[in-house]
């Protein structure tokens, strides 16, 4: 009797949850709020991230880097003039908005370069050279 009250209840929160994102639009946009998309790519000697971020200008995007991860941070400000316009609809993103990205490979975070162009910021993070290690003779 206990179980099925637990079950019937996980059933109700599940359903409440489904009609709130519902009420979002669709679970991939509620998903997406806060976030952007990302690829990460590698070549033999670079690790390449590129990050869609339209709307935004090089100066409201920053980038950090370690040896192993990435982050980019975009933060918009609202910027809206009132010129006897009516708002019918407001879906521009205002505020903050960052990724943390774990990188495959350890990277030379000091000889990273980024670039913006058409709403894409490219981060290209050479690769740590490899040292070779030492043989050791099993005696």
Do not use: W
């Not at 009250?5 to 929160?13: A, S």
């Not at 995007?61 to 975009?74: C, D, F, P, R, Y």
């Not at 809206?80 to 030379?108: A, D, H, M, N, W």
């Amino acid at each position: 009797m206990f179980e099925e009250d637990i079950f019937e209840e996980l059933l109700r929160m599940r359903r409440r949850i489904e009609r709130l994102m519902r009420s979002f639009g669709s679970l991939a946009r509620f998903e997406e709020m806060g976030s952007f998309p990302v690829d990460v790519s590698e070549t033999e000697n670079e690790v390449i991230v590129r990050a869609d971020l339209p709307g935004f200008s090089k100066d409201e995007v920053s980038v950090n880097a370690t040896e192993n991860s990435l982050t980019i941070e975009a933060r918009h400000k609202e910027k809206r003039e009132e010129r006897g316009e009516k708002y019918y609809t407001v879906e521009r993103r205002v505020g903050s908005f960052r990724r943390v990205i774990s990188l495959p490979v350890e990277v030379q975070p000091e000889k990273a370069r980024a670039r913006m162009k058409d709403g894409v910021l490219e981060v290209i993070l050479p690769k740590k050279e490899n040292k070779k290690g030492k043989e050791i003779k099993v005696e």
